[in-house]
């Protein structure tokens, strides 16, 4: 079963802060609330490059992955908890074992140039990803390596896993390439393919042309698709305009130039907060800080009491270190598992910071301060015996790990617990530490990718202590078990209470210890209306709503309405 997941990414990491527009009532009698109309366009300053616009090919290219969220479109979709819908698919059958995957699509979908979807198109799709020349990430190309894609007819397409494996719909969001175009073209020549500069869809956007100024790409204006399956969109066009940071795009926004920013950072935060004519939207992503604690180390073999854990949680200002640290661009996590989503536990309660309780701990556990000892000095340190409460804390060398592990070190000292803090090169974290198990604790960021699917399997199941990605070394058999059956069983929601059990026991357990979700933050033009944001398990996913968006509402009872 491990081979079937994408590992989760150790890289640098909110409970969903949904924002809803609301739309303005009337209160006159026998006069309805007022109503979208078709009409009107959204621009918006993306900020990075533009480099290919092609499904397969965005994963390390967040521009690239916001337009391709309007012109392409995939099997599947999932909604703000992370429930699968049917996009392309008109149904979809699993067998009892989670290992067969059956797609029926829907009649009506056809590509931006007329020509209608077939199950040809969904095996060239994902066949890509088996391709040897696939230029993506590595562990894609195994995960699909493995698995048979066979055409059953001109609207079916059956996928046969190796073993069961219930979080496969996770994988068929990803938007389809059209095969009457591109058949023969091996994923390695889709790289410098004329297709990414003139793509071809079934999203509700079709491309137009891309803007350029001074022979350079800055931009790429869209159209309404009319033929979209689902419903046509409001907004006749979607604009982007590419700027290098932040602070271009606020400017972009002052000179009318967009109508919107794909990303808000706290270089411009106060400015738009202060801004009467943007609305800022913010969501968690699906990343999150976290304290590894090696709980199997050779040496320090006090890290294996789960309750010297807990003291080293209770001891931890949390909130504190997100609104110093992360100027409050975090929200506190509990548990292992992300918040508003389907798996997550609701009637979990968050450790709370409390040093006295931490402290009462350790003393219970007969690590006693040195006699007379004042707080702040050297000497304020527990021992037991001959060993001495001190930890090395490893933390990359940037300016915000830096403050984190700086207030960690406090929390920490101030209990008796003695820290050694040693930061090195983010991209070392990995391959130096954590993979090789050589840490005491480390504090780093899990990226959990934009797979709505929690599966946790691969960080805390015991199968993967010495050479997976458990780098805790976390071995509890019963949370091995729920987590062996949540991630084979297709019922969801006995997945849901073999999850629930399972943060449940990590709560108690703590094998490491939860910090914060960062949070994303974008804004929109005041005047847009029909805007909702769910959570975001990828930014390009604030335009989960697109289809709703719109400038232009009628107001009145019936026929008579006018546009206003």
Same mark, same amino acid.
């Given at each position: 079963m491990r081979k079937l997941r994408l590992p989760l990414l150790i890289a640098t990491f909110g409970i969903i802060l949904v924002v809803v527009l609301l739309l303005r009532q009337s209160s006159t009698p026998g006069v309805i609330a007022p109503?979208?109309?078709?009409? !009107?366009?959204?621009?918006?300053?993306?900020?990075? #490059?533009?480099?290919?616009?092609?499904?397969?090919?965005?994963? /390390? &290219?967040?521009?690239d992955k916001d337009i391709d969220r309007l012109i392409f479109s995939g099997l599947v979709r999932f909604d703000s908890r992370g429930n699968p819908h049917k996009e392309m698919a008109e149904s979809w059958a699993i067998s009892a074992d989670a290992s067969l995957y059956t797609i029926t699509l829907r009649e009506d979908v056809v590509w931006h140039d007329g020509e209608p979807v077939t199950a040809d198109d969904v095996v060239y799709t994902f066949s890509k990803f088996q391709d040897e020349s696939y230029p993506g990430p590595a562990d894609l190309q195994d995960f699909w390596s493995e698995i048979n894609i066979i055409r059953l007819d001109d609207r079916r397409v059956q996928f046969q896993l190796p073993e069961p494996f219930a979080p496969f719909l996770d994988y068929l969001t990803i938007g389809l390439l059209p095969d009457h175009l591109l058949r023969g073209v091996s994923a390695g020549a889709?790289?410098?393919?004329?297709?990414?500069?003139?793509?071809?869809? @079934?999203?509700?956007?079709?491309f137009d042309s891309f803007i350029v100024e001074e022979d350079a790409i800055v931009g790429v204006s869209l159209s309404a698709f009319e033929e979209y399956y689902q419903s046509r969109p409001f907004l006749d066009r979607v604009e982007f305009r590419t700027v290098p940071d932040a602070q271009a795009a606020y400017l972009a926004f002052q &000179?009318?130039?967009?109508?919107?920013?794909?990303?808000?950072?706290?270089?411009?935060?106060?400015?738009?907060?202060?801004?009467?004519?943007?609305?800022?939207?913010?969501?968690?992503?699906?990343r999150m800080g976290m304290l590894f604690? *090696?709980?199997?180390?050779?040496?320090?073999?006090?890290?294996?009491?789960?309750?010297?854990? +807990?003291?080293?949680?209770?001891?931890? *200002?949390?909130? $504190?270190?997100?609104?110093?640290?992360?100027?409050?661009?975090?929200?506190?996590?509990? !548990?292992?598992?992300?918040?508003? @989503? $389907?798996? /997550?536990?609701? !009637?979990?309660?968050p450790h709370t910071y409390d040093p006295i309780e931490a402290a009462r701990i350790l003393d219970e556990q007969e690590w006693e301060l040195t006699a007379g000892a004042v707080p702040g000095t050297d000497e304020y340190v527990r021992s037991n015996e001959d060993q001495t409460l001190n930890l090395s804390l490893v933390h990359a060398d940037d300016a915000q790990a830096t403050r984190i592990a700086e207030l960690i070190e406090s929390y920490w000292e101030a209990v008796g617990i003695q820290v050694t803090r040693t930061a090195v090169p983010a991209g070392e974290?990995?391959? #130096?530490?954590?993979?090789?198990?050589?840490?005491e604790v480390v504090l780093d960021e899990i990226h959990y990718g934009r797979y709505p699917d929690p599966d946790p399997y691969p960080l805390w199941h015991d199968s993967q202590t010495e050479t997976g990605q458990n780098y805790s070394g976390f071995e509890?058999? &019963?949370?091995?078990?729920?987590?062996?059956?949540? +991630? @084979? &069983?297709?019922?969801?929601? +006995?997945?849901?209470d073999l999850y629930t059990s399972f943060q449940y026991r990590f709560q108690d357990q703590l094998p490491s210890l939860p910090l914060y979700y960062p949070v994303y933050n974008f804004a929109l033009?005041?005047?847009?209306?029909?805007? @909702?944001? !769910?959570?975001l398990f990828d930014p390009s996913d604030r335009f989960g709503s697109i289809l709703e968006w719109h400038l232009l509402a009628r107001r009145g009872a019936g026929p008579t309405a006018t546009a206003e």
């Amino acid at each position: 079963m491990r081979k079937l997941r994408l590992p989760l990414l150790i890289a640098t990491f909110g409970i969903i802060l949904v924002v809803v527009l609301l739309l303005r009532q009337s209160s006159t009698p026998g006069v309805i609330a007022p109503q979208p109309v078709e009409g !009107g366009a959204y621009s918006e300053a993306l900020i990075g #490059e533009i480099q290919r616009l092609n499904p397969i090919l965005d994963d /390390f &290219n967040q521009p690239d992955k916001d337009i391709d969220r309007l012109i392409f479109s995939g099997l599947v979709r999932f909604d703000s908890r992370g429930n699968p819908h049917k996009e392309m698919a008109e149904s979809w059958a699993i067998s009892a074992d989670a290992s067969l995957y059956t797609i029926t699509l829907r009649e009506d979908v056809v590509w931006h140039d007329g020509e209608p979807v077939t199950a040809d198109d969904v095996v060239y799709t994902f066949s890509k990803f088996q391709d040897e020349s696939y230029p993506g990430p590595a562990d894609l190309q195994d995960f699909w390596s493995e698995i048979n894609i066979i055409r059953l007819d001109d609207r079916r397409v059956q996928f046969q896993l190796p073993e069961p494996f219930a979080p496969f719909l996770d994988y068929l969001t990803i938007g389809l390439l059209p095969d009457h175009l591109l058949r023969g073209v091996s994923a390695g020549a889709l790289i410098d393919h004329p297709f990414n500069l003139r793509p071809i869809g @079934t999203g509700p956007y079709k491309f137009d042309s891309f803007i350029v100024e001074e022979d350079a790409i800055v931009g790429v204006s869209l159209s309404a698709f009319e033929e979209y399956y689902q419903s046509r969109p409001f907004l006749d066009r979607v604009e982007f305009r590419t700027v290098p940071d932040a602070q271009a795009a606020y400017l972009a926004f002052q &000179n009318e130039q967009v109508s919107g920013i794909s990303r808000v950072d706290n270089t411009i935060l106060d400015e738009v907060l202060e801004d009467p004519q943007l609305n800022l939207h913010t969501a968690r992503l699906p990343r999150m800080g976290m304290l590894f604690i *090696n709980v199997k180390h050779p040496v320090k073999d006090f890290l294996a009491d789960k309750s010297i854990r +807990r003291a080293l949680m209770l001891s931890l *200002n949390r909130e $504190w270190i997100i609104q110093s640290a992360l100027d409050g661009q975090a929200v506190l996590p509990v !548990g292992p598992i992300m918040p508003g @989503t $389907w798996a /997550f536990a609701e !009637g979990l309660k968050p450790h709370t910071y409390d040093p006295i309780e931490a402290a009462r701990i350790l003393d219970e556990q007969e690590w006693e301060l040195t006699a007379g000892a004042v707080p702040g000095t050297d000497e304020y340190v527990r021992s037991n015996e001959d060993q001495t409460l001190n930890l090395s804390l490893v933390h990359a060398d940037d300016a915000q790990a830096t403050r984190i592990a700086e207030l960690i070190e406090s929390y920490w000292e101030a209990v008796g617990i003695q820290v050694t803090r040693t930061a090195v090169p983010a991209g070392e974290i990995l391959t #130096e530490y954590l993979e090789p198990r050589d840490f005491e604790v480390v504090l780093d960021e899990i990226h959990y990718g934009r797979y709505p699917d929690p599966d946790p399997y691969p960080l805390w199941h015991d199968s993967q202590t010495e050479t997976g990605q458990n780098y805790s070394g976390f071995e509890d058999r &019963n949370s091995s078990i729920w987590l062996e059956q949540a +991630r @084979t &069983n297709p019922d969801p929601s +006995r997945r849901a209470d073999l999850y629930t059990s399972f943060q449940y026991r990590f709560q108690d357990q703590l094998p490491s210890l939860p910090l914060y979700y960062p949070v994303y933050n974008f804004a929109l033009d005041a005047q847009l209306q029909g805007v @909702t944001i !769910g959570p975001l398990f990828d930014p390009s996913d604030r335009f989960g709503s697109i289809l709703e968006w719109h400038l232009l509402a009628r107001r009145g009872a019936g026929p008579t309405a006018t546009a206003e």
